[in-house]
Nanobody, 126 residues
Framework: VQLQASGGGLVQAGGSLRLSCAAS????????MGWFRQAPGKEREFVAG????????RYPDSVKGRFTISRNNVLNTVALQMNSLKSEDTAVYYC????????????????????WGQGTLVTVSS
């Protein structure tokens, strides 16, 4: 699965951005999807995950209530809606996919993902 992320940019604190990720293969619906981010000098961290069937999602406390992940298994896309952005959300954001045997499972560990997009930069000014 090849992934192409887009939608990053510069936004003021408190604003919103919507990231999108397009997948290249018809087997998209066999993959769990995730968004991760990496700030300068920091490790890559989990931001949001969604199961194959789209029914289950997971977020870390740092973004819970502000970020929403969604997917469209017809269009082979996954999106990350980010609201109430903070300066600490500044990072390069990556979408990722992994084959998921169970349709309801959400995965939040970066090393479990096989495919990664190129990243899109989100900068939040305070």
């Amino acid at each position: 699965v090849q992934l192409q992320a887009s939608g990053g940019g510069l936004v003021q604190a408190g604003g919103s951005l919507r990231l999108s990720c397009a997948a290249s293969r018809r087997t998209f619906n066999m993959n769990a999807m995730g968004w991760f981010r990496q700030a300068p000098g920091k490790e890559r961290e989990f931001v949001a995950g969604i199961s194959r069937n789209g029914y289950n999602t997971r977020y870390p406390d740092s973004v819970k209530g502000r970020f929403t992940i969604s997917r469209n298994n017809v269009l082979n896309t996954v999106a990350l809606q980010m609201n109430s952005l903070k300066s600490e959300d500044t990072a390069v954001y990556y979408c990722a996919s992994r084959y998921a045997r169970r349709p309801e499972t959400v995965h939040d560990i970066p090393t479990e993902y096989q495919n990664w997009g190129q990243g899109t930069l989100v900068t939040v000014s305070s």
